[in-house]
């Protein structure tokens, strides 16, 4: 995973003009960002077993995250609405 950009949490921004039917690289980075959030809040009151569940949970989503920054970044079929605007690409805005 060294060769994929971060995935910065806090430069992630849903798009309020996208088509919602799709699921747009920009939504799924969206989507991703808040269940990170979630799971890293959950993370500060968890101990025992809840706590490996959350840990494992985190790791997996933020693996994720990752690839679709990487996916996004090299997506050569996405066009003007489908381009992910996020972290890791020139699209940023």
Same mark, same amino acid.
Request: net charge negative.
């Given at each position: 995973? =060294?060769?994929?950009?971060? /995935?910065? &949490?806090?430069? #992630? #921004? +849903?798009?309020?003009?996208?088509?919602?039917?799709?699921?747009? *690289?920009?939504? !799924? !980075? =969206? @989507?991703? =960002?808040?269940?990170?959030? /979630? #799971?890293?809040? $959950? &993370?500060?009151? $968890?101990?025992?077993?809840? +706590?490996? %569940? /959350?840990?494992? @949970? &985190?790791?997996?989503?933020?693996? $994720? $995250?990752? @690839?679709? %920054?990487?996916?996004? =970044? !090299?997506?050569?079929?996405?066009?003007?609405? &489908?381009? *992910?605007?996020?972290?890791? %690409?020139?699209?940023?805005?």
């Amino acid at each position: 995973m =060294a060769d994929r950009p971060n /995935f910065d &949490l806090d430069s #992630v #921004v +849903r798009e309020e003009e996208e088509d919602h039917d799709l699921l747009t *690289y920009n939504e !799924s !980075s =969206a @989507r991703l =960002a808040e269940e990170i959030k /979630f #799971v890293q809040d $959950a &993370l500060e009151n $968890a101990s025992g077993d809840e +706590r490996a %569940t /959350f840990e494992h @949970r &985190l790791r997996q989503l933020t693996e $994720a $995250a990752g @690839r679709n %920054t990487h996916w996004s =970044a !090299s997506d050569t079929n996405a066009s003007s609405f &489908l381009a *992910y605007r996020g972290p890791g %690409t020139s699209l940023e805005h």
